[in-house]
């Protein structure tokens, strides 16, 4: 009995030394070693706060930016085993708490995150000399890491439209995603997403917003759903988004009276066209409920053609519906 004493003992001193030897070295280096991590994973400029050690091997950081594209209260990383898995970093679990993400919606309709710097013009008249180069040094292989589980909680998106000089935020932002790589892999990612949009001068303002479905970033793959409801539950947009090999198909429905009533602003003008059509709609009953599909590509989303039908409906006990087919993807 006293020999099971003494290796409980033995066994637990052992553990707790150890806990105190990773805790001081978590102290010291774990905010370059996270920093250096993220940066070359995100090809991003990365800095976190000061570092804790959660029991067995958590770690916590007061808050985290990603230069340009990212700023959180607190981001939480729970390691997974083994810590390192052939070239990657395995991370079992990360939760950002109160995240604010920049997205850009660039001019040549592209979808960026983070801000996009400012165009240089470059005098015409002006040759640069030719300035003989060293030769390159062979780059360092970059380790990638390896997400379990991403959690965002309370997260908020400012975006920044460019091709129309505005931006919009989306708040309320929760995230729950599986299996992610940095940079990615083929991989196929399960996500549900649930937001609301905030700007007065958007549509579907005040509506909650929800996503789920998986994603493969590398294979150009998807298969999601996603819906807008107002506050009272009435449904404002729904569409499913299916594609295979970049080849995406998108239909969905979507109510005008819903979309055009979060257009208003509160400094808009009644006689404006948003403004006048808000208000009819809202005044008359009429919901007119269209049914649209587009093809397009994952890695460049545009539906610039959009095949629509729709449906509309008097509101009331003399209620009329007129029906329509489904639609058919503009060529």
């Not at 997400?147 to 309320?172: A, C, M, T």
């Not at 579907?204 to 996603?226: C, H, I, K, P, T």
Request: glycine share 6%.
């Amino acid at each position: 009995m006293e020999i099971l004493k003494k290796i409980f003992l033995t066994v637990f001193l052992a553990v707790v030394l150890l806990f105190v030897g990773i805790s001081i070295y978590i102290h010291k280096n774990g905010k370059v070693l996270i920093e250096e991590r993220l940066s070359a994973a995100l090809h991003k400029e990365v800095h976190v706060g000061k570092a804790r050690l959660l029991f067995p091997l958590g770690l916590r950081f007061d808050s985290v930016e990603i230069k340009d594209a990212l700023t959180a209260k607190v981001l939480r990383i729970n390691l997974g085993v083994p810590i390192f898995f052939g070239d990657h970093f395995n991370i079992a679990k990360i939760k950002l708490t109160e995240p604010v993400f920049l997205i850009t919606y660039s001019k040549d309709k592209k979808i960026v995150w983070g801000t996009l710097p400012d165009a240089v013009a470059a005098a015409p008249d002006v040759v640069a000399p030719e300035v003989p180069t060293a030769p390159a040094k062979p780059a360092k292989s970059s380790q990638g890491i390896i997400i379990d589980y991403l959690e965002v909680s309370n997260g908020r998106v400012k975006v920044i439209d460019q091709p129309h000089n505005s931006d919009f935020e989306i708040g309320q932002i929760n995230l729950k995603a599986m299996e992610l790589t940095l940079p990615p892999k083929n991989m196929k990612t399960k996500f549900d997403l649930s937001a609301v949009v905030l700007s007065e001068n958007a549509p579907f303002a005040g509506q909650r917003a929800e996503a789920r479905g998986m994603a493969n970033f590398v294979a150009l793959n998807m298969d999601a759903v996603a819906k807008v409801v107002d506050p009272s539950g009435n449904s404002s947009f729904s569409a499913h988004f299916k594609s295979v090999n970049n080849d995406m198909l998108v239909k969905g429905t979507i109510n005008v009276g819903r979309f055009v009533s979060g257009i208003k602003t509160k400094g808009s003008s009644e006689s404006s066209l948003e403004g006048f059509l808000a208000n009819a709609l809202e005044s008359s009953g009429v919901e007119i409920g269209i049914k649209f599909s587009c093809q397009t590509k994952m890695n460049d989303f545009n539906c610039d053609k959009i095949g629509m039908s729709g449906n509309v409906v008097q509101n009331g006990p003399n209620s009329e519906t007129l029906p329509a087919a489904d639609p058919q993807p503009a060529p």
